[in-house]
């Protein structure tokens, strides 16, 4: 639950974006991407203190410490009078989420390792991705009779439920005597020992740039269903659909990596969304960027399942190696991917052009680059 509070924070927000770039004073209609790249990029910056910091104080303090800044940032939204007020508070609820999420796969990590590892990552994304189903529409009911403001309330009462629920039910998992210095010195250090790992620099690079293509779908996913096939108030019900794909999937792999384990599992995800987009390029080429609306949706629906495929095996592939180092491991690997992530997404986001074509060259690209870097990260084996 505690990771379902970023996809909440980023997808009940989707149906509200035109209305609060237009009462923030927004005049860009790409603009409005920023409400949702922001937050990522707190996370990015965020994960680089709470990681270290969980590894010195333990991991339930360092959870602790985000969740304030997390409530302090959607008050700082709910009050906000110009977009880029919006924009710190959202800069500010990443910074705080980044705790939460990143310190709870190192919370995993000091109890579990290897396919175990991979299956309860799979179980923690599959709620992370199923929220999406139901976070747009919850946002466009807080919409409809609260304002976008409301939206932000629904955030603080979200959070505070969760954390009273992890501080009474979760134990500490970070003996007192693995702890270690909490330090520049220390963070710097740590950095270089997990970049120096091929496998965890390789998989954390291909984990930012699968993000990317999810990201740059979110960026445009409002102005693409919403504006381009004017389905208005149906948006959430599309959103929905193709969030149940990446649910689907998440969950199927709790099964799957038993049987056939996380590298072939990534392998084979990663070549199908790259067929996939080559194929759909195609399509959407010859019906000048605004293919069928079914077409769309059968192409989203199956790479977003192969997407499911990679989150959790990612995730897991890249901590394999860190069991030493799980807390500012989980926030290097996390940290990284998701600045790459956020800064890719974020060009393909502003490059929507009123077409899907920028978000399809953009999962074609990004899935042939992680073809090959796979390749690179295990090549030593």
Request: glycine share 10%; aromatic share 10%; charged share 10%.
């Amino acid at each position: 639950m505690m990771m379902a509070l970023t996809a909440l924070s980023i997808d009940a927000m989707l149906p509200a974006l035109p209305k609060i770039s237009s009462d923030l004073g927004a005049t860009n209609p790409n603009d409005r991407q920023l409400i949702i790249s922001l937050i990522f990029l707190g996370q990015a910056v965020g994960q680089l203190f709470f990681g270290p910091l969980s590894d010195k104080t333990g991991r339930k303090p360092a959870i602790f410490a985000g969740y304030a800044m997390f409530i302090l940032g959607s008050l700082f939204s709910v009050f906000s009078t110009n977009f880029s007020a919006m924009l710190v508070g959202r800069a500010l609820q990443g910074i705080g989420i980044s705790a939460p999420r990143a310190v709870s796969m190192a919370l995993v990590r000091d109890r579990l390792e290897g396919r175990r590892m991979a299956q309860v990552m799979s179980f923690a994304s599959t709620i992370f991705i199923l929220v999406p189903m139901i976070a747009p529409s919850i946002g466009q009911g807080i919409l409809s009779f609260a304002g976008w403001r409301g939206i932000f309330g629904s955030f603080i009462v979200f959070a505070l439920i969760t954390v009273v629920w992890f501080a009474l039910r979760v134990p500490e998992t970070l003996a007192l005597e693995k702890r270690r210095p909490f330090s520049a010195k220390q963070i710097i250090d740590s950095t270089v020992e997990v970049v120096s790992i091929r496998a965890t620099l390789g998989y954390t690079l291909i984990l930012g740039l699968v993000q990317g293509v999810f990201l740059g779908y979110l960026n445009s996913s409002q102005q693409i269903f919403q504006e381009q096939y004017g389905l208005g108030s149906l948006f959430p019900l599309y959103f929905a659909v193709i969030s149940l794909s990446l649910g689907m999937a998440s969950l199927a792999n709790t099964h799957l990596v038993m049987r056939y384990g996380m590298e072939k599992l990534a392998r084979w995800a990663l070549r199908g969304i790259f067929a996939l987009a080559i194929l759909f390029l195609v399509v959407a080429t010859v019906y000048a960027g605004q293919p069928p609306l079914w077409s769309l949706m059968a192409y989203l629906m199956t790479s977003f399942f192969c997407i499911g495929l990679l989150f959790g095996n990612m995730n897991a592939l890249a901590m394999q190696p860190l069991g030493h180092l799980a807390g500012v491991g989980a926030a290097i690997v996390g940290s990284l991917s998701t600045l790459i992530s956020t800064l890719l997404g974020t060009v393909i986001g502003q490059s929507y052009n009123g077409t899907i074509l920028p978000l399809v060259i953009g999962m074609a690209l990004l899935t042939g680059v992680s073809i090959f870097i796979i390749r690179w990260a295990t090549s030593s084996k």
